[in-house]
């Protein structure tokens, strides 16, 4: 090229948006790309909330999830009305409980005279933001001091009366991380076995092909089912999530180890890789150093698209009583609330956190989807 | 083609020990056996268990020897024919499993059918109408199949059934014909009651299949053949469905293997969800109460299912498509 442009203009000069092109690096060219894509965009941005929802979790939450109290159970949730008297004044109405002579259920009736106003960054219970600053702000909140009548319920409670929202939030930390965890712990899986089964082949190939075969024809949810039943009953909160996310990785590591055994045995030949070994790289710096990043991005997008079968596999699991239990909070385990038709026929409140599982799976599906188009040089 | 066959049943041999070995530990691992949690369930009743009578429960029901004995002796018993015997039900194991592991494939064949029915068509559409609203309209309901867990979709549509016509979905019979013997009338029932379950269990793979046919057959509308074909003056219908669909069709039919253990899985749940007759609800309360023979079985008999299922959409693949012989998938 440079030879090129020194013996005179060519016919086709490259114009100055093509010469940006031949001098980006990889990561630009995908990030360019990547742009292009919208839904991809907007659904990276909504996994990037969420995950500013599982750092701040606590900030959000404005009553501590764990409190309960049996003379609010099953309040449906509370509508915010924005306006008083024409100024903006945030409030809520307060709810009056009182029991249906007929059915012995609680109803709950809006008092329209009793208005709860909704304070911005106001006082609430303890807890230590990032796990580091010891802080008692919340987001919104209400005057401190009150009797139970007066506090809000944005998303309704549940039987024992805990706040669903400040739950959904504890739940959401809960729910995502697992997945993170467990998406990495079937990365190093993925990236050893289908490493080595990719760049060594042979016997090691054959063998370690086998065994992905094998685990994929076996039908999963009766084997977490029964390993997640032998978890000791007996075992903290703490173990039972690195458990929960041991046994989900375990099982999840072999589609990644497939694409990424794919990339090693296509860059295998590839002139750049014969050359640095012939040159007497090591071989832990030819995998390194020489193939892995040109491989890094399809790694990536591959990662995020396994993270969506990670939170659904916990949530099912914990939605059986067979995963996470309570008093641990995931999406899952507020689920189980709603196992029940009659219940939720009631209360369809109790079905709303559905909604955060579906709204983060598809943002995954679709983010990952971009990023393997973006990461794919011959794309089009 | 035989050598291929061969490899492959080969390798199922291969799985169906793996998944012995696995439903096995499994049943192994929880600390504490049957026994222990009987004990714990009749001191909960009220009733004590004198540590004589829990002596002559664990010889009775062989749990004291050490665990390749436990191993060696369900090993033999099942090439007897025999899975053993329940301890919770107090049964055979087989009589207790029964007809509901027949129902379970029941429901997974229809939805394994439902997902063939619905995604082809749709597939071809997509492709053929690339960017209409259709495909728009199918790749965003895809989407959504892909994200809402079927157990989600189950506990939805039964609060809509419930709420909106009050009538209960669940269940795979109505309730006069639940216990009755099998008859044309109960048959009926049965194909009545199948569509809801099946469509709940076939959506996800519906909406992968329909991804993965619309992108292949993309890929082939674009060669040259395709030109050719049309420009010889052939209609448009025979244009695409005689070459680009088969063709398309190929890598569409590779992924039955994988449908397979996944509807059967989600089946576990829904079953639970739904309420049907199926070994899913069964499985969950073995495993809760440590009902090792009745769990270790049902964990047992679906991987092997799967497997026999896996390995004929293997050879139906090797018999549709010449090219993929001996190809080292």
Known sequence: MAVAADAGPLPSAPTADKQRIFVASQWQLMWWRFRKHRVAVASAIVVGGFYLAVLGADFLAYSDPNASEAQRGLMPPQAIHWFDDGRFRPHVYGLKGARDPKTFKRVYQADPGQKIPIRFFAQGF???????????????????????????????????????????????????????????????????????????????????????????????????????????????????????????S????????????????????????????????TQMRTIFVHMVPSFMSHIIAA?????????????????????????????????????????????????????????????FNFLGDGLRDAADPYGR | MLADIGRRALL?????????????????????????????QMASMGSVVTDEEAQNLRIQYGLGQPIYVQYWKWMKQIAEGNFGFSMEWRRPVTEVIGERLWLTVVVAVSALLLTWVLALPIGIYSAVRQYSIGDYAATFVGFLGLAVPNFLLALVLLYLGFTLFNAHIGGLFSPELQDAPWSLARVWDLLKHLPIPALILGLAGTAQQIRIMRANLLDELRKPYVVT???????????????????????????????????????IIVSLVLGLPTVGPLLLKALIS????????????????????????????VWIDPRIRLEDT
């Open chain 2, 290 to 317: 440590q009902d090792m023979f009745l769990a270790g079985t049902i964990v047992l008999l679906l991987g092997i299912m799967t497997v026999i299922g896996t390995l004929i959409s293997d050879i139906v693949l």
């Open chain 1, 126 to 248: 303890e807890y230590r933001f990032l796990g580091l600053i010891p802080m008692s702000r919340h987001l919104i909140g209400v005057d401190p001091g009150r009797d139970a009548s007066g506090t809000i319920f944005l998303l309704g409670t549940d039987v024992q009366g805990r706040d669903l929202w400040s739950r959904l939030m504890f739940g959401t930390r809960i729910s995502l991380t697992i997945g993170l965890l467990g998406v990495t712990m079937s990365l190093v899986l993925g990236v050893v076995l289908g490493g080595f089964s990719g760049f060594y082949g042979g016997v090691a190939d054959t063998v370690i092909q086998r065994i992905i075969e094998i685990l994929r024809s076996i039908p999963t949810i009766p084997l977490w089912m029964g390993l997640a039943a032998a978890l000791p009953r007996d075992w903290t909160i703490l173990q039972v999530y690195f458990a929960i996310t041991v046994i989900i």
């Open chain 2, 12 to 40: 199922a041999v291969f799985t169906v020990w793996a998944i012995y070995m696995l439903a096995f530990a499994i049943i192994q691992l929880p600390p504490g056996d049957y026994v222990s949690s009987y004990i714990a």
């Open chain 1, 250 to 281: 375990l099982l999840g590591w072999t589609e990644l180890a497939r694409v990424i055994r794919g990339r090693f045995l296509a860059l295998r030949e590839e002139d750049f890789v014969v050359s640095a070994r012939l040159v007497g790289c």
């Open chain 1, 303 to 363: 990662t995020t698209l396994a993270l969506p079968a990670m939170i659904i596999s916990e949530t099912a699991l914990s939605f059986l009583g067979l995963g996470l239990r309570p008093p641990a909070i995931s999406w899952g385990v507020l689920l189980q609330q709603a196992q029940n038709v009659q219940t939720v026929a009631i209360s369809p409140w109790l079905m709303l956190p559905a909604v955060p599982v579906i709204v983060v799976v598809m943002a």
């Open chain 2, 229 to 267: 074909a049309r420009s010889k003056g052939l209609t448009e219908a025979r244009v695409i469905l005689k070459y680009p669909v088969r063709l398309a069709l190929n890598p569409f039919a590779s992924t039955i293997g994988y449908t397979l253990p996944y509807i059967v899985s989600g089946s």
